[in-house]
Every structure is written in C-alpha cells, then in structure tokens.
C-alpha cells in the first residue's frame, strides 16, 4: 500500500540554520504530495504541496520539490526562526483515491535563539 | 472566520461513557474526514464522508461511529469509551476532485 517515510526528529537546531526534513514515498501512479505544520497546540495547515512530478512547491521560505526519480519530497528552508518551531508531516494523497491521505510520523523541529 | 471548527477543545471523561465530538465547516466543500493523532503525533485516517455518504471506514472499532446530518456537519460518536481511545482527534475537509485538505484544530481527548 501507500505510505510515507519522513526522517525522526526531534531536530534541533539554531537560529538562522538550514533545514532539511527527508521524506521519501511509495506509492503506485502520481500522488499529489503535501507538507503539512503543526505548531504546538493548534492543529495542521498546509504549508506547500505539488501535485506532479518536478513541481516545485514553496510558502514561508520554505520549499520542496516533487522528484519522482528518487519518489522523495525533501523539505528545506535555508534559514530558520525560533517560530518554524513545530511539528511537519509529509503526506500523500494517492491519485486513485484522493481522500485517503498517508502521512508520515511527523518530525518536531526545535529551533533555539 | 474559522474554516473547519470542532468541539469541544479538550474533553475529558470517564472510561465507559458515551461522548461526542462535533465538526463544522463553512468552506462549501463536500467531503469531510476524521482523523486519530495518539500521543506520538502519528496521524491515521478513521473516516470521511463526501455528500453525506460514508466513502472511507478504515480499520476502527465499531464503538466510534460518525454521523454526517448535511455536508457540512461530520460528527463523531464514541461508546464506552476505553483508556487508548484518548487521543486528539482532528476533522478536516476537502472539495471533491482536489486532494488538499484542510483540517480542524483538534479535540483533545483524555479517557481516564
């Protein structure tokens, strides 16, 4: 079946650092792929997508690119804040059944001053 | 204006009684969706709905059930409630043909 791969955090870095947040899927066809953020206590919003291959999607300086050679959607954002802290899930959306969302476990990024 | 809303925030409860947990969203969208984070923030699909007719029913006991009164109403019923069952329970929807979906702010649910 379809499913979602994102590395473990939690990822702790400081401010004004790069991050990239690994993940890699395995599904049939072209899945639309999404990121999602989760600060604490609230619920998720979408931060970017891309519904085909070598979209790139992008919102907040942060971006991913849809490779499907590789079927990953690395998630990058040359420099961070303490306010990107917060938990980011990688998903997918298979293209015969778009309701059925696969999300990764998450990874909590910890951003320091 | 909120988009998708869910309540109550946190709800908290004796194990063995009945609780429910409602969502709404005023996005005009026609398919709406349950979701289970337990306590490592792991996301799983319960169920969703689209017009009203149940399209997805994964794997969930049948003592969660949900209840879509109109399009924009997914409420979610849960019967003798169980200590694993608290969770935070996330609604979301989507328009039909489009895979994004945006969700809810949660319902925290705690079964002592």
């Known amino acids: 079946g379809d499913s979602v791969t994102q590395m473990e955090g939690p990822v702790t870095l400081s401010e004004e650092a790069c991050l990239t947040i690994n993940c890699t899927y395995t599904a049939t066809g072209y899945p639309s792929l999404f990121w999602y953020v989760q600060y604490p206590g609230e619920g998720l919003q979408l931060l970017l997508k891309a519904t085909k291959a070598d979209d790139k999607g992008s919102n907040k300086g942060f971006e991913a690119t849809y490779r499907k050679e590789t079927t990953s959607f690395h998630l990058e954002k040359g420099s961070v804040q303490v306010s990107d802290s917060a938990v980011y899930f990688c998903?997918?959306?298979?293209?015969?059944?778009?309701?059925?969302?696969?999300f990764g476990a998450g990874t909590q990024v910890v951003v320091t001053p | 204006d909120t988009a998708v809303s869910q309540t109550p925030k946190y709800l908290v409860t004796q194990m063995g009684n009945d609780k429910s947990i409602k969502c709404e969203q005023n996005l005009g969208h026609d398919t709406m969706y349950w979701y289970k984070q337990d306590s490592k923030k792991f996301l799983k699909i319960m169920f969703s709905?689209?017009?009203?007719?149940?399209?997805i029913n994964e794997t969930v006991p049948n003592r969660f059930s949900p209840k879509s009164p109109d399009k924009a109403h997914l409420n979610l019923h849960i019967n003798s409630l169980e200590l694993g069952d608290s969770a935070v329970y996330f609604c979301?929807?989507?328009?039909?043909?489009?895979?994004?979906?945006?969700f809810g702010p949660g319902t925290r649910l705690t079964v002592l």
């Open positions: 979301a929807s989507s328009q039909g043909g489009t895979p994004q979906q945006f």
């Open positions: 709905y689209n017009n009203k007719e149940l399209i």
């Open positions: 998903a997918l959306s298979p293209t015969d059944s778009w309701g059925k969302f696969q």
